[in-house]
């Protein structure tokens, strides 16, 4: 979970294109963030176990 701070700063349109950061639309994380989904590797597998992300499908073998 981002810290608020960190989540209102990087909304605000940054005065450098380098410093625009993927983050989660769910918690603000920056780490782990699928660019697909937009959104982090944790709120990702919550999401897939609810099946509430369409053409997810749990994998097993």
Known sequence: MAKKSNIV???KKQ??????VNRCSIC?????YMRRFGV???C?????Q???????VKSTW
């Open 15 to 20: 005065k450098y294109s380098v410093r625009n």
């Open 50 to 56: 609810k099946g509430e992300l369409p053409g997810v």
């Open 9 to 11: 700063k990087f909304n």
């Open 44 to 48: 990702f597998r919550e999401l897939a």
């Open 40 to 42: 982090c590797r944790i």
């Open 28 to 32: 603000g994380r920056a780490r782990g």
